[in-house]
């Protein structure tokens, strides 16, 4: 079993920044890449960026490209997500995720395993 505890979340002004932080604990070996998924009131979960557990491979959604950056830290099992350039259309509730599966089956509909979300709200 892995465990995913978010941290980071909370309040910013539009053109801010705020860094998200992921902490895996438990059978983290399996890994095979880390990411992190958002959901807005009304909508769809939605992908937003993965990272390759043992190679740093990184996929954005084309919505926070230029903008999100992910990245792990082996030693800490923590993976992280720096959102600079913010925007209203970011607010949602962002949540983690581990799998076991490639890079492209995260994307697609996320890891096995998920915390339970860390609320980022960006005001105009």
């Known amino acids: 079993q892995v465990h995913l505890v978010e941290s980071g979340g909370g309040l910013v002004q539009a053109g801010g920044s705020l860094r998200l932080s992921c902490a895996a604990s438990g059978r983290t070996f399996s890994l095979y890449g880390m990411g992190w998924f958002r959901q807005a009131p009304g909508k769809e979960r939605e992908f937003v960026a993965v990272?390759?557990?043992?190679?740093?491979?990184?996929n954005y959604a084309d919505s926070v490209k230029g903008r999100f950056t992910i990245s792990r830290d082996n030693a800490k099992n923590t993976v992280y997500l720096q959102m600079d350039s913010l925007k209203p259309e970011d607010t949602a509730v962002y949540y983690c995720t581990a799998g076991l599966s490639t890079m492209a089956t995260i994307r697609e509909r996320g890891g096995s395993y998920w915390g339970q979300g860390t609320q980022v709200t960006v005001s105009s």
């Open positions: 990272v390759k557990w043992n190679d740093s491979i990184t």
